[in-house]
């Protein structure tokens, strides 16, 4: 499902401070951060193997882009792959007000996605999701701060969420102006395993022992399908002078690794 905070252009070291969970099967295909496709349009960000996309990318240009599925009792049987919006936008040149009333037009298309795009040279970020299932999709500038996005609406109240939300602002206010290690980032507040209790749960419609179980920021289920959980956690930084340094956690035949990829913006 996933689950992602950030802060925006209000930060004294940050311009922009990503940190984002990917559940997912366990078995299903998957490449860790890496640069990949050609020329100019190179994205950096994992891979969905079988489906092509990409849950969070960015490139040497200052374009960004990330999503989170919108936790919903059914799904629509061929559906596009939500993972190819993220590398749409990154390898257009379209703005992401442009790119997000392209989306809106699509957006009976999809399963329930919420989908971040940015320009960060130009220092804007933009929100678009097709849910509520029979609304038209909605986009919104999203305004410097802290944000949190899981699977619903950007900065829902839900339990993962405000609980990430805190730790994330502790956190930030603990060491005022410093970077912070992204391995302390992903260590002290993408492993919470805390449970909703059963009257925080989010009313989607989904059966309460799933919405129970995935109502923590770290998820680990057991299901008939398969093992299902966070199988890899991303920290994104971007500094004043545009240096990004993009970290991934992830888990590769039952061990976890990590990697860390280092660029800086172009145009910056």
């Known amino acids: 499902m996933c689950i992602a905070a950030w802060i925006w252009q209000s930060h004294p070291v940050y311009r922009l401070l990503l940190i984002l969970n990917r559940d997912e099967y366990l078995d299903r295909p998957t490449k860790p951060v ?33 999503l989170t599925n919108v936790l919903e009792p059914d799904v629509m049987a061929g ?12 390898q257009s040149k379209k703005s992401p007000e442009e790119f997000a009333k392209e989306v809106a037009k699509e957006a009976d298309d999809y399963n329930g996605f919420n989908l971040i795009l940015a320009d960060l040279c130009a ?34 109240p839900w339990h993962k969420a ?16 410093e970077e912070i290690p992204p391995e302390d980032i992903v260590e002290k507040l ?21 919405e129970f179980n995935l109502s923590s920021i770290f998820v680990d289920i057991d299901t008939k ?3 299902y959980g966070t199988r890899s956690t991303d ?28 660029y800086h913006i172009m145009k910056m």
Request: proline content about 3%; overall charge positive.
């Open 34 to 66: 890496g640069w990949w496709g050609e020329g100019c349009n190179k994205i950096l960000g994992g891979r969905d193997v079988q489906g092509g996309g990409t849950w969070l990318g960015c490139t040497k240009d200052g374009r960004l882009a990330f």
């Open 79 to 90: 559906a596009k792959t939500r993972g190819e919006l993220p590398v749409r936008f990154l």
């Open 123 to 156: 220092n804007i970020m933009v929100y678009v999701s097709n849910r509520p299932k029979g609304e038209a999709a909605s986009i919104q500038l999203v305004s410097p701060g802290l944000h949190v996005l899981s699977n619903a609406k950007l900065d829902s």
């Open 162 to 177: 405000q609980r990430l939300r805190k730790s994330f602002r502790e956190l930030l206010w603990k060491h005022g102006d």
């Open 190 to 210: 993408m492993r919470d395993t805390t449970k909703a209790t059963k009257d925080m749960l989010p009313n989607t419609g989904c059966n309460a022992d799933w």
């Open 225 to 227: 399908e398969g093992h």
């Open 235 to 262: 920290a994104l930084s971007v500094n004043s002078n545009g240096n990004v340094n993009f970290y991934e956690k992830y888990i590769d035949s039952g061990v976890w690794k990590d990697l860390t990829v280092e």
